[in-house]
């Protein structure tokens, strides 16, 4: 059974800084590409950071030169360092995975629960 778990959101003023962790545990044989969504209220979900197994890395405009993403493959996480929050950067943040687990062939996708991320002064 494999899971995502993370950490790390709250509450911060605007210019402040936050960063997200994301775990992935279980029977784990392999992790692709690892993603960051976030979620505002009455928005549709939104992909704003990618890094693939090739530590190949990509950005939404709208949080390049802000954000950076990275990953431990020893600890099978992702991070998200945000500096520069703006209060439109208030959402749900998601972390999500393709993962490989141990006995299957094909990578599958899977989704963490979510973790909030408010900015307000």
């Known amino acids: 059974q494999v899971q995502l778990v993370e950490s790390g959101g709250g509450l911060v003023q605007p210019g402040g800084s936050l960063r997200l962790s994301c775990a992935a545990s279980?029977?784990?044989?392999?992790?692709?590409?690892m993603q960051w969504y976030r979620q505002a209220p009455e928005s549709q979900r939104e992909l704003i950071a990618v890094i693939t197994g090739d530590y190949d890395i990509r950005y939404a405009d709208s949080v390049k030169g802000r954000f950076t993403i990275s990953r431990d493959d020893v600890k099978n996480a992702v991070y998200l360092q945000m500096n520069g929050l703006k209060p439109e950067d208030t959402a749900v943040y998601y972390c999500n995975a393709n993962i490989i687990a141990r006995g299957e062939r094909t990578f599958q996708n899977f989704w963490g629960q979510g973790t909030q991320v408010t900015v307000s002064s």
């Open positions: 279980g029977s784990i044989f392999s992790i692709g590409a």
